[in-house]
């Protein structure tokens, strides 16, 4: 499965799985990992935290699907 982050996810992905890491996203517009996660069906997130790069920016023009795991509820 095709994985991506943001800035904060820096070392969450490990050495091991460097092969399904598609880069980050939320800093610069049509970086590979934007041009991947555009593609997606569907976006599991896993304690992302809206403040960094909210859902209302990078899922307004393909609105898709979101599962959000987190400690909390309701973030995103």
């Known amino acids: 499965m095709p994985v ?3 800035f904060q996810a820096a070392g969450a992905i ?3 799985l460097f092969d399904n890491f598609g880069g ?3 800093q610069l517009a049509n970086q590979p990992a934007d041009r991947l996660l555009d593609s ?3 976006v599991i997130t896993i ?3 809206p403040v960094e790069y909210p ?4 899922n307004r023009t393909n ?4 599962i959000h795991i ?3 509820a309701g973030r995103l």
């Open 14 to 16: 490990g050495a091991h």
């Open 63 to 66: 609105p898709r699907k979101l």
């Open 55 to 58: 859902p209302s920016e990078w």
């Open 4 to 6: 991506v982050g943001t």
């Open 70 to 72: 987190d400690v909390s």
């Open 47 to 49: 304690g992302c935290d």
């Open 24 to 26: 980050r996203v939320g």
């Open 40 to 42: 997606a069906d569907l």
